[in-house]
C-alpha cells in the first residue's frame, strides 16, 4: 500500500526496491497504531529496550555497535560531477564511480528484512520553507527516530502533491554495519543520499545532517535562501515584544545551553523570557516584507547526553522525561531507568554500561571508566521543550533580527562585538575557529577552523558557498540581520574561564537586541563594535565579573590580531586557495581592512 499517487515516488522506490530486494515493503504513514506495532517487535526482537514506563512513559532504549557510535567523516562524501564543486572542505568521488561501488552493496542487502518507506517533512507541513524527503531503511530504530525528529508520515506528501519531482531521495542500509564499507554519500546534483553500515543516528537518520544541512545547502544556494548549522531563539522582552536571532557554534561551545538558556533572576523579575524555536539547524529566506526569516527545518532535539543535568541545562533535561529514545548511555537496572555522566553525581550501583556489561556503577567509574559514551544521545520531540516557542510551528518562521557567530578562544576574542555591516560579518563567520581542549585531542590549544560552524555540512564549494551569503546580504541590503560574534570562553593567566556563562549569556544578549534596536551606542575599533563597558548589566555579578574583569572581557589586543589576520591569511591561500575553494576577493578585503586599522 502506497500513500502517494506521485509517479516519481513510486517509480524510485521501486528501483530501491529492486536493488535491495526485500522480503516485505510497509508504508510508514505516521499512524500511532503502526508505531506502537513497531515499538513492540524492537523491543521483542531485542533491537530496543523499553525502560520504566511510571518513570519514563514512553521511553525506549538502545545500543549501537561499539564500531559505530559517532559521524564518520572521513567515510563521508560529496559526490558531484565536477570535482571542483565539491570543494577543499569535502571528500569527493565522481558519482557515477561511487553509484558502482555502493550498488554492489546494496543488492539484495535486504534480502530475509523489511524496507520501511518513511515520507517525511522537514519543517511545517504546509510551510513554504519546508521540503519533503523519502527515507527507505531497513531499521525500526530509524523509524522510531524519524518520528520523533521530522513530521513524518502520509501528511508529508502535502507539500509535494501528485506531479513534483523535489524530494529528496534518502536509502538506507545498516547491512552488517560494517566500518570498512561505511559511506555516507551525497549525490547534490540528484537530491540524493545513501548511507550504509551504520545504524547510529547521524549517519541514517537521513532527515538530518545529510539533507537539512548537506543537501539542503546546495538546495539554498541554486533557490535563494540559506540552511544553516545554527539555533534560533527568541528573546521576550519587558514590553512583549519578541526579538529572534540565529547562532552557530563549532561542537562544545554550549549551543544547546543557549538555544535553552535560562534568564537571570534579575532578568526574569523584570519580565524577560527566552523561547527555544530551534537548538541545531535553520533554514532562513527572504520574506514578502524583505526581512530573513528562519524555521527549524526539524521536530525533535538530538542531544548529547552526558554533562546534560538539572544545573546545566535543565530545560534539555525535562524534554528527555517522556516519548524519548535514548541512545548508548548507561541502564539503571534497579529503577529501569538511564544514567549518563555528570546527571548527577550517583552513578547506579546496579548499572549496564553502554556496551552491554553489567557493572557496579560506583566502583567502574572510580576506576576511570566512563558508564555512557561520551557521544551518547536522547531523541526528544520538540513539544517536550518547557520554553518552546509558540511559532515553533509557524509555516512563515520567524523574522531574524541578529546572527551570532561564536568559538571558544582563550584570549583573542573579546566577549562580544558587532561587525560594521554583512561583508564584514560574513568575514566574521568564514573565520570561526576553536581551540582544542585536552579532552579533544591531546593538544590543547590548536586552532581549528570551522567556518560558520559548518565545516562538514557545506554540500559544495566553501568558496561559492561564502558568495551565497555575501549574494544574500546584497539581495537582504538594509533589512539583513546585524551580525556578531561571541566569545564565552575567554581565560585568566591562570587558565580560568573569567565570564560566568550559562544564564549570565542574557547579558550579551540584551546589548545585541539594543544594539539592532539603535538604543544603545559602541565604541569603534579596528576589529568592530564593541560595547561600551558600563552597557553590559553586571547586576548581581558585580563580585565575580569586576570592572577590571570586564577590561579583560572586551580587550583588543592588537598583537593577537595581527597574528589572528596573519593565520586567517594563511588558512584562505593554504588551506581553501591552494585546494581548490575560491575564497571571494570581498573576503579578502576585509581582511586588508581589518589590518589597515589595527596598523593605524
Same mark, same amino acid.
Given at each position: 500500500?502506497?500513500?502517494?499517487?506521485?509517479?516519481?515516488?513510486?517509480?524510485?522506490?521501486?528501483?530501491?526496491?529492486?536493488?535491495?530486494?526485500?522480503?516485505?515493503?510497509?508504508?510508514?504513514?505516521? !499512524?500511532? =497504531?503502526?508505531?506502537?506495532?513497531?515499538?513492540?517487535? &524492537?523491543?521483542?526482537?531485542?533491537?530496543?529496550?523499553?525502560?520504566?514506563? =511510571? #518513570?519514563?512513559?514512553?521511553?525506549?532504549?538502545?545500543?549501537?555497535?561499539?564500531?559505530?557510535?559517532?559521524?564518520?567523516?572521513?567515510?563521508?562524501?560529496?559526490?558531484?560531477?565536477?570535482?571542483?564543486?565539491?570543494?577543499?572542505?569535502?571528500?569527493?568521488?565522481?558519482?557515477?564511480?561511487?553509484?558502482?561501488?555502493?550498488?554492489?552493496?546494496?543488492?539484495?542487502?535486504?534480502?530475509?528484512?523489511?524496507?520501511?518507506?518513511?515520507?517525511?517533512?522537514?519543517?511545517?507541513?504546509?510551510?513554504?520553507?519546508?521540503?519533503?524527503?523519502?527515507?527507505?531503511?531497513?531499521?525500526?530504530?530509524?523509524?522510531? $527516530?524519524?518520528?520523533?525528529? +521530522?513530521?513524518?508520515?502520509?501528511?508529508?506528501?502535502?507539500?509535494?502533491?501528485?506531479?513534483?519531482?523535489?524530494?529528496?531521495?534518502?536509502?538506507?542500509? #545498516?547491512?552488517?554495519?560494517?566500518?570498512? =564499507?561505511?559511506?555516507?554519500?551525497?549525490?547534490?546534483?540528484?537530491?540524493?543520499?545513501?548511507?550504509?553500515?551504520?545504524?547510529?543516528?547521524?549517519?541514517?537518520?537521513?532527515?538530518?545532517?545529510?539533507?537539512?544541512?548537506? %543537501?539542503?545547502?546546495?538546495?539554498?544556494?541554486?533557490?535563494?535562501?540559506?540552511?544553516?548549522?545554527?539555533?534560533?531563539?527568541?528573546? #521576550?522582552?519587558?514590553?512583549?515584544?519578541?526579538?529572534?536571532?540565529?547562532?552557530?557554534?563549532? !561542537?562544545?561551545?554550549? #549551543?544547546?545551553?543557549?538555544?535553552?538558556?535560562?534568564?537571570?533572576?534579575?532578568?526574569?523579575?523584570?519580565?524577560?523570557?527566552?523561547?527555544?524555536?530551534? @537548538?541545531?539547524?535553520?533554514?532562513?529566506?527572504?520574506?514578502?516584507?524583505?526581512?530573513?526569516?528562519? %524555521?527549524?527545518?526539524?521536530?525533535?532535539?538530538?542531544?548529547?547526553?552526558?554533562?546534560?543535568?538539572?544545573?546545566?541545562?535543565?530545560?534539555?533535561?525535562?524534554?528527555?522525561?517522556? $516519548?524519548?529514545?535514548?541512545?548508548?548511555?548507561?541502564?539503571?537496572? &534497579?529503577?529501569?531507568?538511564?544514567?549518563?555522566?555528570?546527571?548527577?553525581?550517583?552513578?547506579?550501583?546496579?548499572? +549496564?554500561?553502554?556496551?552491554?556489561?553489567?557493572?557496579?556503577?560506583?566502583?567502574?567509574?572510580?576506576?576511570?571508566?566512563?558508564?555512557?559514551?561520551?557521544?551518547?544521545?536522547?531523541? &526528544?520531540?520538540?513539544?517536550?521543550?518547557?520554553?518552546?516557542?509558540?511559532?515553533?510551528?509557524?509555516?512563515?518562521?520567524?523574522?531574524?533580527?541578529?546572527?551570532?557567530?561564536?568559538?571558544?578562544?582563550?584570549?583573542?576574542?573579546?566577549?562580544?562585538?558587532?561587525?560594521?555591516?554583512?561583508?564584514?560579518?560574513?568575514?566574521?563567520?568564514?573565520?570561526? !575557529?576553536?581551540?582544542?581542549?585536552?579532552?579533544?585531542?591531546?593538544?590543547?590549544?590548536?586552532?581549528?577552523?570551522?567556518?560558520?560552524?559548518?565545516?562538514?555540512?557545506?554540500?559544495?564549494?566553501?568558496?561559492?558557498?561564502?558568495?551565497?551569503?555575501?549574494?544574500?546580504?546584497?539581495?537582504?541590503?538594509?533589512?539583513?540581520?546585524?551580525?556578531?560574534?561571541?566569545?564565552?570562553?575567554?581565560?585568566?593567566?591562570?587558565?580560568?574561564?573569567?565570564?560566568?556563562?550559562?544564564?549570565?549569556?542574557?547579558?550579551?544578549?540584551?546589548?545585541?537586541?539594543?544594539?539592532?534596536?539603535?538604543?544603545? @551606542?559602541?565604541?569603534?575599533?579596528?576589529?568592530?563594535?564593541?560595547?561600551?563597558?558600563?552597557?553590559?548589566?553586571?547586576?548581581?555579578?558585580? @563580585?565575580?565579573?569586576?570592572?577590571?574583569?570586564?577590561?579583560?572581557?572586551?580587550?583588543?589586543?592588537?598583537?593577537?590580531?595581527?597574528?589572528?589576520?596573519?593565520?586567517?591569511?594563511?588558512?584562505?591561500?593554504?588551506?581553501?586557495?591552494?585546494?581548490?575553494?575560491?575564497?571571494?576577493?570581498?573576503?579578502? =578585503?576585509?581582511?586588508?581592512?581589518?589590518?589597515?586599522?589595527?596598523?593605524?
Amino acid at each position: 500500500m502506497s500513500l502517494t499517487n506521485n509517479q516519481n515516488v513510486l517509480n524510485w522506490v521501486d528501483e530501491m526496491v529492486a536493488l535491495c530486494k526485500p522480503d516485505n515493503v510497509v508504508w510508514i504513514d505516521g !499512524s500511532e =497504531e503502526q508505531l506502537d506495532a513497531l515499538r513492540k517487535e &524492537a523491543v521483542e526482537t531485542g533491537e530496543m529496550i523499553e525502560l520504566n514506563q =511510571e #518513570k519514563l512513559p514512553g521511553c525506549l532504549y538502545h545500543r549501537t555497535n561499539p564500531n559505530d557510535v559517532a559521524r564518520v567523516e572521513d567515510r563521508t562524501f560529496i559526490c558531484t560531477r565536477n570535482k571542483e564543486d565539491a570543494g577543499p572542505t569535502n571528500n569527493w568521488c565522481d558519482p557515477q564511480e561511487m553509484y558502482a561501488k555502493l550498488s554492489k552493496l546494496y543488492d539484495g542487502v535486504m534480502k530475509g528484512r523489511t524496507m520501511y518507506v518513511i515520507p517525511y517533512s522537514m519543517g511545517p507541513i504546509g510551510s513554504p520553507l519546508a521540503k519533503v524527503g523519502v527515507e527507505v531503511t531497513d531499521s525500526i530504530y530509524v523509524v522510531l $527516530n524519524m518520528n520523533i525528529m +521530522t513530521r513524518m508520515g502520509a501528511d508529508a506528501f502535502k507539500n509535494l502533491g501528485d506531479v513534483s519531482n523535489d524530494f529528496v531521495r534518502g536509502l538506507h542500509s #545498516k547491512a552488517d554495519v560494517n566500518p570498512e =564499507e561505511r559511506y555516507i554519500v551525497q549525490f547534490p546534483e540528484d537530491n540524493t543520499i545513501w548511507s550504509i553500515n551504520s545504524a547510529y543516528g547521524g549517519n541514517v537518520l537521513l532527515g538530518k545532517k545529510c539533507f537539512a544541512l548537506r %543537501i539542503a545547502s546546495f538546495q539554498g544556494k541554486n533557490e535563494g535562501w540559506m540552511a544553516e548549522h545554527m539555533l534560533i531563539l527568541g528573546v #521576550k522582552k519587558p514590553d512583549g515584544e519578541i526579538k529572534y536571532i540565529t547562532a552557530a557554534f563549532p !561542537s562544545a561551545c554550549g #549551543k544547546t545551553n543557549l538555544a535553552m538558556l535560562i534568564p537571570p533572576e534579575g532578568y526574569k523579575k523584570n519580565g524577560y523570557e527566552v523561547f527555544t524555536v530551534g @537548538d541545531d539547524i535553520a533554514w532562513m529566506k527572504p520574506g514578502e516584507d524583505g526581512r530573513l526569516y528562519a %524555521i527549524n527545518p526539524e521536530n525533535g532535539f538530538f542531544g548529547v547526553a552526558p554533562g546534560t543535568n538539572e544545573k546545566s541545562n535543565p530545560n534539555a533535561l525535562h524534554c528527555t522525561m517522556k $516519548n524519548t529514545i535514548f541512545t548508548n548511555v548507561a541502564l539503571n537496572n &534497579a529503577e529501569g531507568t538511564v544514567w549518563w555522566e555528570k546527571l548527577d553525581k550517583n552513578p547506579p550501583v546496579d548499572a +549496564t554500561e553502554w556496551k552491554g556489561a553489567k557493572v557496579n556503577g560506583v566502583e567502574y567509574t572510580e576506576a576511570g571508566n566512563t558508564l555512557a559514551h561520551p557521544n551518547s544521545r536522547f531523541t &526528544a520531540p520538540a513539544e517536550n521543550c518547557p520554553c518552546l516557542s509558540s511559532e515553533f510551528n509557524n509555516p512563515a518562521g520567524v523574522p531574524i533580527s541578529a546572527i551570532i557567530f561564536g568559538g571558544r578562544r582563550a584570549s583573542t576574542t573579546p566577549l562580544v562585538y558587532q561587525s560594521f555591516d554583512w561583508t564584514h560579518g560574513t568575514y566574521i563567520g568564514s573565520a570561526v !575557529s576553536s581551540e582544542t581542549t585536552a579532552a579533544a585531542t591531546g593538544a590543547v590549544g590548536v586552532l581549528r577552523h570551522d567556518p560558520m560552524a559548518m565545516k562538514p555540512f557545506i554540500g559544495y564549494n566553501v568558496g561559492d558557498y561564502w558568495a551565497h551569503w555575501l549574494e544574500m546580504g546584497e539581495k537582504l541590503g538594509d533589512k539583513a540581520p546585524k551580525i556578531f560574534n561571541v566569545n564565552w570562553f575567554k581565560q585568566d593567566e591562570n587558565g580560568n574561564f573569567i565570564w560566568p556563562g550559562f544564564g549570565d549569556n542574557m547579558r550579551v544578549l540584551d546589548w545585541i537586541i539594543k544594539r539592532c534596536e539603535g538604543t544603545v @551606542d559602541a565604541e569603534e575599533t579596528a576589529i568592530g563594535y564593541l560595547p561600551k563597558k558600563e552597557d553590559i548589566n553586571v547586576e548581581g555579578i558585580e @563580585d565575580e565579573v569586576t570592572p577590571e574583569v570586564m577590561d579583560k572581557l572586551l580587550a583588543v589586543d592588537k598583537e593577537l590580531w595581527t597574528k589572528e589576520i596573519a593565520e586567517m591569511r594563511r588558512y584562505y591561500n593554504d588551506d581553501i586557495a591552494a585546494k581548490g575553494g575560491k575564497v571571494p576577493a570581498a573576503l579578502y =578585503e576585509e581582511l586588508d581592512k581589518i589590518e589597515a586599522r589595527l596598523n593605524k
